[in-house]
């Protein structure tokens, strides 16, 4: 009883400062707007005797002490309902209470002419009523606690309903015996093992992959394609992290390398060289793989914490150089290259949608190498090598070849993507490679899952794809980005689409490739 | 006689602890050669002198009449030498086959551009290496398990994969640190069974560090004791069992009296 007490209480302050924290930072009226617009509510409407922000807002807050409710619920499983009950009932109270307080002193404050927003600048008058559910301090803090108090109590009480009847459990259990009889059929069974289950679904992938871009009109072409050049580099470091599991900080400076390599070579300043832009494409891989190979030899010795470290100087050291004002003759400096020359195929230029199919045969020629280099004795020694180095060199393998060869291969990648980046936007400068691109395509790798294509793809969605989504949270974006990433890795700690191991032993034709997801 | 292994005089120091002592020891082919010797005294640290890891401050290692010392443990595999480890050290994400197939690296050739270009001969080596992977899964009796991944796998399990990996690489000296360590008396006696097999069906020589007594009176041609890096007798099992100083060694105690 004791510990149940404490964990109520602790779940209640954890609550309590999360909703604080949100209030603070203004997020409170700026979630109720949101919840406003997604419902198309008018703002002079009225909703249960409410004004509809008000509304949207009692909504919101709701929802948190709902969640309390709900997570005490599922940490006191098993228990009988009267103690889950009860400790909702004290979770929800130190919570309100908590809420209540900030509510009434902020109110206060706020009637007795006091510029909050002075010192804390989101605290704006308006942001304070509404937190007061637009009442008298005193009213409005006594109906939060009363509001959250209640709301815990009913997340708890139909949490532990659910948990009770099995709600889920038995849909999922409904679902599998579904989908066990659907395999069952023998045609089907016969269908998804054959080689012309993967030929259909890649079929349709194509499909969507050539239809989309026609419908999706400029900027979502302009978004996929931004994707799509994600997709690449998260290929290439997966590669490298993934497989190898190498930590590379600095990939960036690959695709920097990349990208000057066409800017240079195909604008008419600083060089006036104006090359065809598919003459310059290799090269540019070329470039960044030599680079990577030549630049990494003498750093491979190192281990774990210390590559990334000189990995991490690496990139911005590149970056740097490219903005120096004494190399300004050479890279164009501070200000980029512009006028990047872009593909032109027998004198036809590439429109948006044109050029989004290419990077999607970039992708497409970069996950086919991908998966035959994994199903290989060399994927086979990146893998070892991540698992234990010492073990790996004692089953034979030529550690230092293998590193350089994940680094080079993750160079070539990211110098594919370089050269497409800055061709498709005219332009590049130091601004295109800093470090965050680097950390992007790190997190687009882990959150999807190391090791995994589909996890990458579906990561650089979630990087790239999710913030153009998010545009309408605009200050937040940064915040409800993190906050997702957090509650990602809570959820699924293995990525989104976690890299699935091929099978071998009841797999009748060896090598299959239509065998591995 | 044809000797597969020998050291000389092998000295392999860490800061002021001799670890290995002047050790010499000589390996005949298709034998089973146990080193013992009490907890520290040397045996794991004397194998990674042989296997590369380390590499000692005096003495030579010979595999076949040809001097090991310098090269790194990979080039020491390609030469084919194998081990396990005393705390299993499995790819534990990676399936039971491919572990295996990990073993096989040293006799495989495809490289990366024949792997991305699948040209006929790397697909058929592949074939062939999936194949020996499944036939050493039946050999150490873990048929059935092979999709599983490693750290899945049941304790006695990963013991004998570990030794399938071993396998796969074909060496000509197997060594072996450990390979009952945690197993109960049944397990042990399959384990007995096992290593006589590999010698007997597979031709390789076998070098085993082991600490259950009856297990390496039971197996072992020729049994080398180890004290304090020390080699401090050397002889079948009947001489070691009565000999004076090793019985000293292990407390005093009557070595038939002694299990760890
Ligand atoms: N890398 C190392 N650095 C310093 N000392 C070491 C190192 N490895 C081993 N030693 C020391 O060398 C001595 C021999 O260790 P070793 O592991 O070879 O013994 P062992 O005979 O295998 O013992 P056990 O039966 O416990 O496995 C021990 O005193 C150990 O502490
Ligand atoms: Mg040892």
Same mark, same amino acid.
């Given at each position: ?44 409407? +009225? ?37 889950? #009950? ?43 009523? #509404? ?195 004494? #190399? +300004?003759?050479? +890279? ?150 993190? +906050? ?5 890795? #809570? ?27 | ?11 392999? $120091? ?7 002592n002047n050790v ?11 080193v013992i010797g009490p907890?520290?005294a040397g ?42 480890? $005393? ?136 049994i080398a004791v180890l004290d304090y890096g020390e080699k401090i007798a050397e002889g079948?099992?009947?001489?070691i069992?009565?000999n004076p100083r090793v019985i000293e060694a292990y ?10």
């Open positions: 009883m004791k510990t149940q007490l404490k964990s109520s209480l602790n779940a209640g302050i954890t609550f309590g400062i999360v909703s604080l924290f949100l209030y603070l930072i203004g997020f409170t009226t700026t979630a109720s707007q949101i919840i406003q617009n997604l419902l198309k509510l008018k703002p002079a409407s +009225t909703v249960l005797g409410m004004d509809s922000l008000t509304f949207s807002f009692a909504l919101f807050i709701g929802l948190i002490g709902l969640w309390a409710g709900v997570n005490q619920a599922r940490s006191q499983k098993g228990q009988p309902f009267g103690t889950v #009950l009860l400790s909702a009932v004290l979770t929800g109270l130190v919570h309100g209470l908590i809420v209540a307080l900030a509510a009434y002193i902020t109110g206060s404050l706020n009637a007795s002419g006091v510029k909050m927003n002075t010192y804390l600048s989101q605290l704006l008058p308006a942001s304070v009523k #509404l937190f007061l559910f637009n009442q008298t301090p005193v009213l409005g803090a006594l109906s939060q606690l009363a509001f959250l108090t209640l709301t815990a109590l009913v997340g708890a009480a139909v949490t532990y309903g659910l948990m009770v009847s099995n709600v889920f459990g038995k849909l999922a259990d409904a679902w599998r015996s579904m989908w066990k009889q659907v395999n069952a059929v023998p045609a089907i069974a016969k269908f998804r093992a054959s080689p012309y289950f993967s030929y259909v679904m890649y079929s349709l992938l194509l499909l969507v992959m050539v239809f989309v871009p026609l419908r999706a009109g400029q900027y979502w072409n302009y978004t996929l394609g931004t994707v799509g050049i994600y997709v690449l580099l998260g290929l290439g470091l997966n590669i490298v992290v993934g497989l190898a599991g190498l930590l590379n900080l600095g990939y960036v400076a690959f695709f920097a390398i990349g990208a000057y390599t066409v800017a240079l070579l195909t604008s008419p300043a600083p060089h006036g060289l104006v090359w065809n832009f598919w003459l310059v494409l290799p090269l540019g891989i070329l470039a960044a793989t030599l680079v990577g190979v030549l630049l990494v030899v003498p750093v491979l010795r190192m281990r774990g914490d210390y590559l990334a470290i000189v990995t991490l100087g690496f990139g911005e050291i590149i970056r740097i150089l490219s903005k120096s004002d004494a #190399l +300004t003759w050479l +890279t164009g400096g501070p200000k980029g290259v512009n006028n990047v020359g872009g593909p032109v195929l027998f004198g036809w230029v590439f429109d948006d949608v044109s050029y989004l199919y290419l990077i999607f045969l970039s992708v497409l020629l970069a996950i086919f190498v991908t998966r035959r280099l994994q199903n290989s004795r060399v994927g086979r020694a990146w893998e070892s090598m991540r698992e234990d180095e010492t073990v790996s060199r004692a089953m034979g393998i030529n550690i230092l070849k293998h590193k350089v060869l994940a680094f080079a291969i993750g160079a070539a990648f990211a110098g594919l993507g370089g050269v497409l980046f800055a061709a498709r936007n005219q332009f590049t400068g130091p601004e295109d490679h800093n470090m965050m691109v680097s950390i992007n395509v790190l997190s687009a790798v882990i959150v999807g899952g190391m090791g995994s294509i589909p996890g990458v793809i579906a990561g650089a969605f979630v990087l790239k794809g999710l913030p153009e989504i998010l545009r309408e949270l605009e200050n937040y974006r940064v915040l409800a980005f993190a +906050t997702l990433l957090v509650v990602m890795m #809570l959820v699924r700690p293995a990525g989104i689409l976690p890299a699935s191991r091929r099978k071998f032993e009841h797999e009748n034709a060896p090598g299959n490739e239509g065998s591995k997801q | 006689m044809i000797v597969a292994l020998e050291t000389r005089g092998v000295v392999k $120091q860490f800061g002021g602890l001799v670890a290995v010499d020891l000589v390996v005949p082919e298709n034998s089973i050669f146990s907890n520290g045996k794991t640290t004397f194998y990674n002198c042989i296997t590369g890891f380390y590499t000692p401050e005096k003495g030579d290692v010979l595999f076949y009449g040809e001097s090991l010392l310098g090269l790194s443990p990979d080039q020491i595999t390609y030469h084919g030498i194998a081990r396990t480890y $005393q705390n299993i050290r499995l790819f534990s994400t990676m399936s039971a086959i491919e572990n295996i197939m990990v073993g096989e690296h040293s006799r495989l050739n495809a490289s990366w551009a024949e792997a991305i270009i699948r040209t006929p001969r790397m697909v058929k080596e592949e074939k062939a290496a999936v194949e020996e992977a499944r036939r050493l899964l039946n050999f150490v009796g873990l048929a059935g398990l092979g999709d599983q991944a490693a750290r899945n796998l049941p304790y006695g399990a990963q013991r004998r994969l570990e030794i399938a990996r071993a396998l796969a690489s074909k060496p000509k000296l197997l060594l072996l640190d450990e390979p009952t360590a945690g197993m109960n008396p049944n397990e042990t006696a399959e384990m007995v069974a096992f290593v006589h097999r590999l010698r007997d069906e597979l031709g390789i020589s076998i070098l085993l560090i082991e600490h259950d007594m009856r297990m390496v009176m039971g197996v072992s041609d020729r079948s099992p009947t001489e069992q009565n407390l005093g105690k009557p070595m038939s009296e002694y299990e760890a």
